[in-house]
Each structure stands twice: as structure tokens, then as C-alpha cells.
């Protein structure tokens, strides 16, 4: 049975009292899904997208089940994946999985290259003639065709280049960059160009409504970077076609698929963050998901009464360092880090009014600030629906993979 089948009764989302009370029995440290949580961020992301699928960006989920599950609801098509060993292993049961970030594993490259059924399934990302010679090198002459797509950069250049905002990624960045990279890939035999991708980070990992003035300087320069990208992504996109036929376009993320989806280049976005709705996503004027993952550690130390010490916690999300990548204590309302210690890698004291509620034993539910590394600390997630443990299902860690 899915695990996102409705169930009589289910609201949008439990109270902490019922995530506490249903879980009780189980030792910490854990991490809990809300499944009525997630079924309803799922539903919004397919509104919001407005009719264009959405490809499930798997860096963000890493549990199978949840990602074969969500796949099985209307409006998802396709997964994204992070590597190409992950997308291999997801393509048993997958049969279009885009690898999201170029690649030079020599030996599974072979492997695609061997396997006809994993090469009809797995589309690889190439951002430069380089790596294209690099991987016909490696998958030689003969086989199945090897499909590929095209990245275009979509950070905003501005001062002739010297302030750039987004992500560094694809050296590509022009329509004729595009074009050229397109032609290069066409005169190789073995390569079938088959989509492009372009990921807007600026715009959809980054929260446009934070509680300080910054916000307003977020704003316009997204609107900027939304313009400016629409017509440059169009035309690339048509200087590619003028080469190849292209089966889709992909764009976005969660914080951006009401613009990207606008665009009538765009065939399809991407989306994963926006599922279980980490705390970086609380920030966003376009939508308000509801959050659905959380992880447990419990109270092992009162070393004053001002403070309790949780074991563990030092889950901190990648990113430029600073206080929004630590996790966030959510219940009991009204704890808080200590600025001076964080979340440490065995221990995490913690202040704030609820302390002196805080008994040894007692359990702190907590946030993490971004959504996939979560399950990297876990071999599993407890699903709660309705006020009651349904059920786990297996992270990659839990099925023992560790693909980055």
C-alpha cells in the first residue's frame, strides 16, 4: 500500500502532542515523517506547478519508497537524481531518470554503456566538450545509445560578469554556448541529446520573505534574475532545437515553480525540498508548505537549570556556514541553541523558557534546516498518520547506500 493512500480521518497535519504521544515507544535518536504533512505539500507543489510535471529531485527525498510513491501520484513524472551509481539503482524500478550533476564514475559509466534497458532509462547531464570526450572515452564506440542533456547556467551575470548571483555550475551560460555544445554532442555516434536543464537557484533556494529588510533587496533581484533568465533560457533552448529534437526542459525547484513553470520553454520542473519542507523553506511569499520531517534526540543532561543537553544533534545542512544551516528545536516550544556551542557531534545543550520542563529522558523534536541530509543520519523514518505510527520506511542509508 502507498504510503501516501488516504486515510479516513487525516488532517493536514499533526500537533506535536500527537507526534509525541504516537511515538513514545520508540528509542531515540529517530526521524518521523508526517505522512498527512507530506500528502498535502505534495498536492500543493502539482497546483503550483500548473500543469507542467514535476520531476521528483531525489538529493532531497533519498528514501525509495517516498520517491516511488510520490512518482505514482498525478502530476510527477521522473526522477532527478544526484549520481549516477543512485540513478543506476533507481532505474530498477524507474524507467526516466535524469542524473542531475555531471559525472566521470569510469565504472558505472561502463555499466550504462553495456546495458541497454539502464540506457534507454538514465539520461546523463554534460556541461562541456571536455567531459563529452571524457565519457565517449570511457563507454567506447559500441552499444546502446547513450542519452544526454545539456545544463545551462542560470545564475545572473551582471557587470559584464564580475557579480554573479546563483550557483556556479554549467560553463554554459550563452544560446550559442548552448548551440555549439549541442553540435558537439550530435557528432559523436554513440550520444542521443535528448534534453537541457537549467536550475535557478537564486530564485528557488532562497526564501524571499526572511524576517529582516534583506528581503526587499531578495525580491528584486529575483525579479530581475526570473526576466532575464526567461529570455535567455528561451533562446538557448531554441538555438538547441534548431540542432536536435529535445524531449524535455527542465527548470526550477521548489521555491521557483510558479515562474518557471510560466515559462513556455520550460516542458518540466523540478521539485523534492518542498515534500517534507525543511526549515530553510519557511521564508517564501509564494507558498507555505507544511512541515513534515522531523528528527528526535533525547534529554541527557541537566547541566544547570537554565540549560538541558540532548546526545547528538550536530546535523548541520550544507551550505555557506552560518546559524540558518543548524537545526532548529520545534518542541517543547520555547527552547533554543546556545549560540556559543550550536549542535555539537555528541551533544547539544540547550536554553530557553522550556527548559526547566526538561527532565532526564525526556525527547526534543527537532527541524533540519534543508530536506535529503536529514536521512543521511537515520536508516529509517517512522510514519505517522492519523495520531498513529503506520509504518517506516527505509532511507538510503538503511538499505546501505551511500552514493555522495
Not at 173 to 198: D, E, N, S
Request: contains cysteine; glycine residues 10%; aromatic residues 6%.
Amino acid at each position: 500500500m502507498s504510503v501516501l493512500a488516504e486515510r479516513a480521518g487525516t488532517r493536514v497535519r499533526a500537533t506535536f502532542d500527537e507526534l509525541t504521544a504516537a511515538t513514545e515507544a520508540l528509542e531515540p535518536p529517530y526521524g518521523v515523517l508526517d505522512v498527512a504533512a507530506l500528502r498535502a505539500n505534495a498536492a500543493d507543489l502539482v497546483r503550483r506547478a500548473g500543469g507542467k510535471p514535476i520531476r521528483v529531485a531525489s538529493k532531497s527525498i533519498r528514501v525509495r519508497e517516498i520517491v516511488e510513491d510520490v512518482l505514482a501520484l498525478p502530476g510527477y513524472e521522473g526522477v532527478l537524481a544526484f549520481t549516477l551509481p543512485e540513478a543506476l539503482w533507481l532505474a530498477e524500478t524507474v524507467d526516466d531518470v535524469v542524473v542531475g550533476y555531471p559525472t566521470v564514475d569510469r565504472q558505472t559509466l561502463r555499466r550504462l554503456a553495456t546495458d541497454e534497458r539502464l540506457a534507454s532509462r538514465v539520461t546523463l547531464m554534460v556541461d562541456s566538450a571536455e567531459l563529452l570526450d571524457l565519457t565517449a572515452a570511457v563507454v567506447g564506440p559500441d552499444g546502446p545509445p547513450v542519452r544526454v542533456a545539456i545544463e545551462l547556467d542560470a545564475s545572473l551575470r551582471l557587470a559584464g560578469g564580475r557579480v554573479h548571483l546563483g550557483a556556479r555550475r554549467s560553463p554554459v551560460h550563452t544560446p550559442g554556448q548552448a548551440a555549439a555544445l549541442a553540435r558537439t554532442i550530435v557528432a559523436h555516434p554513440r550520444f542521443r541529446l535528448v534534453g537541457m536543464m537549467a536550475y535557478e537557484g537564486q530564485i528557488a533556494g532562497l526564501g524571499d520573505n526572511q524576517p529582516s529588510p534583506s528581503r526587499f533587496a531578495v525580491r528584486a533581484v529575483q525579479r530581475t534574475s526570473a526576466a532575464e533568465l526567461a529570455e535567455r533560457r528561451a533562446e538557448a533552448v531554441a538555438a538547441v532545437r534548431a540542432v536536435a529534437p529535445l524531449e524535455f526542459v527542465n527548470g526550477g525547484g521548489t521555491g521557483s515553480l510558479e515562474s518557471t513553470c510560466a515559462e513556455e520553454a520550460v516542458t518540466e520542473a523540478a521539485a523534492g525540498s518542498g515534500l517534507f519542507a525543511p526549515r530553510l523553506f519557511d521564508h517564501y511569499t509564494r507558498f507555505r508548505p507544511q512541515p513534515a520531517a522531523y528528527f528526535v534526540l533525547p534529554v541527557v543532561r541537566r547541566p544547570s537549570p537554565r540549560h538541558a543537553t540532548v546526545l547528538g544533534g550536530g546535523w548541520v545542512a550544507s551550505g555557506p556556514t552560518g546559524k540558518d544551516r543548524l537545526p532548529t528545536p520545534v518542541w517543547p516550544a520555547g527552547l533554543r541553541l546556545v549560540p556559543t556551542e550550536g549542535a555539537g557531534e555528541v551533544q547539544t545543550p540547550l536554553t530557553g523558557d522550556a527548559v526547566a520542563r526538561l527532565r532526564v529522558g525526556d525527547r526534543v523534536w527537532f527541524r533540519h534546516a534543508k530536506a535529503g541530509e536529514l536521512c543521511e543520519r537515520v536508516d529509517e523514518l517512522h510514519l505517522v498518520d492519523d495520531a498513529a505510527v503506520v509504518g517506516a520506511v527505509r532511507t538510503y542509508r538503511g538499505e546501505g547506500k551511500a552514493f555522495l
